[in-house]
Nanobody
């Protein structure tokens, strides 16, 4: 069974920072683009950022300039550095291997004062 291990969520005040991590099996990580999605209460899951195996990165317009996705190929881990967090960033964040059925269980990020 494929498992993605996510960590790094929590509560933070507006303007604060958090870093999410997602460790994936090497056979998955090395062959697929990795992505972060999020789902806020009452909303559909939406793309946050993706990082291809070749290093190309893409971001949702709502997070561009504030969030940074990165891959550590030695650790089979993808990160999401989130800065200048806003209340509207509150959501469960999920890690995935793009265009597969492989998803993490999600980690909750709450931004509030």
């Amino acid at each position: 069974q494929v498992q993605f291990v996510e960590s790094g969520g929590g509560w933070v005040q507006p303007g604060g920072s958090l870093r999410l991590s997602c460790a994936a099996p090497g056979s998955i990580f090395s062959n697929y683009n990795m992505g972060w999605y999020r789902q806020a209460p009452g909303s559909q899951r939406e793309l946050v950022a993706t990082a291809s195996t070749g290093g190309t990165k893409k971001y949702a317009s709502s997070v561009k300039g504030r969030f940074t996705i990165s891959r550590d190929n030695a650790k089979n881990t993808v990160y999401l550095q989130m800065n200048s967090l806003k209340p509207e960033d509150t959501a469960v964040y999920y890690c995935t291997a793009e265009f597969t059925s492989y998803w993490g269980k999600g980690t909750l990020v709450t931004v509030s004062s």
